[in-house]
């Protein structure tokens, strides 16, 4: 490696360094969230997803993280991600708004047993409130994944979880979306194997 590159390296990692270090220190706020998403799968609901920009391509990648399973012989958790369909999102901008477009999604598709889980990359986006906000008229389960400080969806407490990547850098805040959302996914499974936590029967 030649000694220009050294710096650029150095510079790369000492951005990433205090997001990673706050991403531990919420450890316990995590994993509550892990457990109340168990909670949710072990009665029945799905996991609703939904972003902008880059995290409408995370929106994906999360659903593909819970509909197959974490290892052979365990559970395919059900998952979509509003961010599919070109179609429906470009009609309800038209009709609706874009601020509308996740909104108007899940009124038709949730139910109040679900998750919604809304990715933003600095809490700020309009849309990512307002389908926060209908998800939690729904009675759903609300988690953000925000970057930044958190933005007004973290501010006026739109989610009942919130997670923030604490960096203004939209690549550093990817990388810790990344790493918590694959967290999630994880650590749902582990309250799967102590079903006694999870409350009443689980609905097959």
């Known amino acids: 490696m030649s000694p220009p590159v050294i710096p650029a390296v150095d510079r790369a990692f000492a951005r990433r360094l205090a997001p990673g270090e706050a991403l531990a220190a919420d450890a316990e706020r995590i994993a509550r969230t892990c457990y109340q998403m168990a909670v949710r799968f072990h009665r029945g609901g799905k996991l609703i997803v939904f972003g902008n920009g880059g995290p409408a391509t995370d929106a994906q990648h999360v659903v593909v993280e819970f509909v197959h399973p ?26 609706d708004g874009f601020d509308e477009v996740f909104a108007a999604q899940l009124r038709l598709l949730a139910a109040p047993e679900d998750i919604a889980l809304g990715l933003s990359a600095d809490g700020r986006c309009a849309n990512v409130r307002r389908g926060l906000a209908a998800a939690r008229d729904l009675g759903l389960l609300t988690v953000g994944l925000l970057g930044g400080d958190g933005g007004d969806i973290a501010r006026d407490e739109v989610a009942d979880h919130v997670v923030i990547a604490r960096s203004d850098d939209p690549c550093v805040v ?13 650590l749902v499974h582990v309250f799967f194997e102590q079903p006694g936590l999870l409350g009443r029967e689980a609905i097959r």
């Open 70 to 95: 974490v290892i052979v012989g365990k559970r395919a958790l059900p998952a979509i991600s509003l961010t599919n369909d070109a179609a429906t999102l470009t009609g309800i901008a038209r009709a």
């Open 174 to 186: 990817k990388e810790v979306h990344v790493t918590t959302y694959h967290i999630l996914w994880e």
